[in-house]
């Protein structure tokens, strides 16, 4: 059980559970937009300048919709760790995160500390 230190900031989980929804639905609402509006491109015929223009339209658009994707699934992550009661846990230290960083950052799944250790690491292994 988590100790309730005063000097933190209390997390309304129910409202960053319906906070994580929505921006959910937000996201997976754009990627289908992006989706449809690609299908559009498609069907267009133009000379080769257009299709340059098109063909980076068309990397930007897919950028974007990984990157979405991804948010996604780190926001459906979220939301099993609320379920589980360990969405607080930093999974390095298993200190309870700032509820300011979840606010921010819902998908977060480490503290402030853990995390850069964690982008030092990462940074290393990538050379
Ligand atoms: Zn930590």
Redesign the pocket.
């Known amino acids: 059980m988590k100790s309730n230190d005063k000097n933190n900031m209390e997390l309304n989980i129910q409202e960053v559970k319906s906070q994580i929804e929505s921006t959910i639905l937000e996201l997976e609402e754009m990627n289908n937009e992006t989706r449809f509006n690609l299908s559009r491109v498609e069907k267009a015929v133009g000379d080769d300048a257009d299709k340059a223009e098109e063909d980076r339209d068309f990397r930007e658009k897919m950028r974007s919709i990984n990157q979405n994707s991804l948010k996604v699934k780190g926001l459906r992550k979220a939301l099993v760790r609320i379920q589980n009661d360990t969405f607080q846990d ?6 309870e ?1 700032p509820a300011q960083r979840l606010i921010d950052r819902p998908d977060a799944t ?2 402030v ?3 850069s250790i964690f982008e030092i690491k990462e940074k290393r292994r990538l050379g």
Request: hydrophobic letters at 15%; charged letters at 40%.
């Open positions: 930093c999974q390095d230290c298993l200190d995160i480490r503290c500390e853990c995390e």
